[in-house]
Structures are given as C-alpha cells and as structure tokens.
C-alpha cells in the first residue's frame, strides 16, 4: 500500500486536532479505520466460527494488539466504522494504555472483537504473518511503511510503502473475498479522505 497520501493527511489531522486543543492520530489509526470501512463493503470477512458455524457480525469491532511487558493484549474499538477517526484514536490509544498500566476495566472489554489488526511497523517489521485469534476468521499483519522505488509514468519514484499480510480462516472466508477486501483496502488508504466522508 502507498502510504504517501495517508502520511500526509495524517499530518493535517494532527496539526487540526493540535489546534483544537489535543488529540493526535497514529498510522494505525488510519489502518483500523480503513479496516473498518473495507469490512463494511465486505462484510464476508467481518465473521466467526463457533461450533462449526459461521458467524456474520453486523456491527465491527477491531481488535488492536497491544505488547505488554509479559505478552500480547487484543483491546477492542467498537463501531470503527461509524466512528469519526478522531474519537477512535482517543479509544485505542486510552484502552492501550490502560492495559500496559493493568488498568483495564469491564467497560473496556465490553466488546469482543470482530477482526483484529496486528500492527509491528513501530518495530521496523517490514512483513510478517499474524495468528488469527479464535473465534474470528481474519486478522491483518501490517509492517512499516518503508521508502520504497516504485515506477510511476515510465520513472523511478520513491514512495512510503506499508506491506500487509491477511490470515483468513478458510472454513469461513475464501480467497476471493479476501482479495476483494485487500483491494478497498489498499484503496481507502491510497485515496484517504474517502475514509472521512
């Protein structure tokens, strides 16, 4: 995924959102964002398997993976989809730290997680695999955007390139339909203010 276009309102967004009085969003709030809106037109992957059956979820949840300091937590942002960034962000970034604190309360784990997204960028992963977390059918693996030499127009480039890697549970979601969703959402994040309206 070309990341130029999604650093660059990011900024916009953080400078808006400094103005205002604070608040800032990460990359991996566009990332969860644009999850959201990619499951909302492929509501296939939004799925579980429980004894046997699949699950279809109407309403998103994005799981968010969070170190800690003896493993890994999943917080959840319920509704990413009909959220406004901003207010996502804030969730991610309160209910991550209240788990590094071990301070998470029950309202923070209210909502089970429809799909999770597992972000190592932070660490200068460049590509990995994630580990679907039961009962859900997929979970995202995304690495840092690097600077990366791309031909546009006949002419080398560089461009800030983020690779992403979906494993999908194949009893409950087929290849095509994760194609599909990995199109929209390489296409929500190369083309980023259609996430905002």
């Given at each position: ?7 660059a ?19 991996n709030d ?7 809106r ?11 398997w ?5 699950i ?11 170190s ?16 406004p960034?901003g207010?996502?962000?804030a969730d991610?970034?309160g209910?991550?730290?209240r ?10 784990m209210?909502?089970?997680?429809t799909?999770?997204v597992s ?6 992963v ?9 009962p859900?059918?997929?979970?995202l693996?995304v690495?840092g955007a690097?600077?990366t030499?791309v031909?546009?127009?006949g002419?080398?480039?560089?461009r800030?390139v ?5 494993s999908?549970?194949?009893r409950?979601?087929d290849?095509?339909?994760a ?5 929209t ?10 996430m905002?309206?």
């Amino acid at each position: 995924v070309e990341m130029d276009a999604a650093l660059a309102l990011r900024s916009q967004i953080n400078e808006a959102l400094a103005a205002a009085g604070g608040g800032k969003v990460s990359v991996n709030d566009l990332v969860v964002k644009a999850t959201a809106r990619a499951l909302r037109a492929h509501p296939l992957l939004n799925v579980s398997w429980d004894d046997g059956a699949r699950i279809r979820h109407d309403r998103i949840h994005i799981g968010v993976a969070v170190s800690l300091d003896d493993g890994l937590i999943t917080v959840t942002a319920p509704d990413v989809d009909v959220r406004p960034l901003g207010e996502v962000a804030a969730d991610i970034a309160g209910k991550a730290q209240r788990a590094r604190e071990g301070r998470l309360t029950s309202d923070d784990m209210a909502y089970p997680s429809t799909f999770t997204v597992s972000n190592l960028g932070m660490y200068g992963v460049e590509s990995f695999t994630a580990i679907i977390n039961p009962p859900e059918a997929c979970i995202l693996a995304v690495g840092g955007a690097i600077a990366t030499p791309v031909v546009r127009d006949g002419a080398v480039v560089v461009r800030q390139v983020m690779k992403v890697t979906l494993s999908a549970d194949h009893r409950v979601v087929d290849g095509a339909s994760a194609a599909a969703f990995l199109v929209t959402f390489k296409q929500l994040l190369e083309q980023p203010l259609g996430m905002l309206v």
